[in-house]
Structure formats: structure tokens, C-alpha cells
């Protein structure tokens, strides 16, 4: 019986331990990761701290249209988090798929903005045409949290 109290005791403590460092961690320190949306053409964002801003690097797929499908969309935003949410401008658009900080520096004026909330990125009235460089990839969606 002492060893189940014992046990018992010690996944308690380490449960409050455990919640101690969650709660201490800010929603912008666990902002950073890799986020993925699997609809209107899949996506992903790999969102991580630089110095004192935020940076996000995207790559969009086009919506799926057959032949008529548009090529990837890659771009930069820098911003900054405060309590849930992301305001950033566009830095650098066609960036290609891995990712990498070449590509072209955006048109002045070029905003990015989301949610951040329990593990997913929520974008909404992006202009994806502004953005990538014409119709047919769609930024907004919900992107779930792939890793940190």
C-alpha cells in the first residue's frame, strides 16, 4: 500500500512540476514550430523566434486545379507576437520550396497576420494574390502544430 501512496505522490509532483514550466512559458515562446494545413492545396509554416521579432517562413501549394494548378508560393513574413496574434509585414516572396531566406524582397506594404491558439495557427483574409504573385494559391486556413 505505501508503495502506491509512494507512487502515487511522485506523479503528482512531477504533474505540478510539469505545469509550473508550461505556465511559465509564454504563448509567444510556444508559438515556435513547424505548422501544416492539408486543404485548399497544402501548406506549411515554420514559425520561430529571430532576436527580438518573429519570423515565418512560408510555403503554399496551389489549390488543386489539374494542368491549371499554380505553382508554389514561398515568402517570409517578421513581426511580432503579442497575447495571440501575429502582425508582421512581408520581407521576401518566392522563396522556393526548402525554404531558404533567398527569393525577391517583397513590395513595400505586404502584411501578414493570424492566431495563435492550443497548438494551431489560424490566417484569415490574407492576400494571397498580393503575396504570391497572383490567383490561385489561398494562405487562410488552420494549420496544426507538426512539431516545435
Known amino acids: 500500500m505505501r508503495k502506491i501512496i509512494f507512487a502515487a505522490a511522485g506523479c503528482?509532483?512531477?504533474?505540478?512540476?510539469?505545469?509550473?514550466?508550461t505556465a511559465a512559458m509564454s504563448v509567444q515562446d510556444m508559438?515556435?514550430?513547424?505548422y501544416?494545413?492539408?486543404?485548399?492545396?497544402e501548406a506549411t509554416l515554420v514559425v520561430k523566434?529571430?532576436?527580438?521579432?518573429?519570423?515565418?517562413?512560408?510555403?503554399?501549394?496551389?489549390?488543386?486545379?489539374?494542368?491549371?494548378?499554380?505553382?508554389?508560393c514561398g515568402f517570409i513574413a517578421e513581426g511580432s507576437i503579442s497575447g495571440?496574434?501575429?502582425e508582421g509585414k512581408v520581407t521576401r516572396v518566392n522563396i522556393v520550396a526548402d525554404l531558404n531566406e533567398e527569393g525577391e524582397a517583397a513590395?513595400?506594404?505586404?502584411?501578414?497576420?493570424?492566431?495563435?491558439?492550443?497548438?494551431?495557427?489560424?490566417?484569415?483574409g490574407a492576400d494571397a494574390a498580393a503575396i504570391c504573385g497572383?490567383?490561385?494559391?489561398?494562405?487562410?486556413?488552420?494549420y496544426k502544430r507538426r512539431s516545435r
Not at 501544416?36 to 492545396?41: L, P
Not at 515565418?56 to 496551389?62: D, F, L, M, R, Y
Not at 513590395?107 to 484569415?124: E, Y
Open 36 to 41: 501544416v494545413r492539408r486543404d485548399s492545396g
Open 84 to 86: 495571440h496574434a501575429f
Open 31 to 34: 508559438a515556435a514550430g513547424t
Open 49 to 72: 523566434r529571430t532576436g527580438e521579432h518573429w519570423r515565418v517562413s512560408a510555403a503554399i501549394g496551389g489549390v488543386p486545379n489539374g494542368a491549371a494548378t499554380v505553382a508554389d
Open 134 to 142: 497572383g490567383e490561385g494559391s489561398v494562405i487562410d486556413g488552420v
Open 107 to 124: 513590395n513595400p506594404g505586404l502584411g501578414l497576420a493570424f492566431s495563435v491558439d492550443k497548438g494551431a495557427i489560424t490566417i484569415r
Open 12 to 21: 503528482a509532483i512531477a504533474a505540478m512540476a510539469f505545469a509550473d514550466a
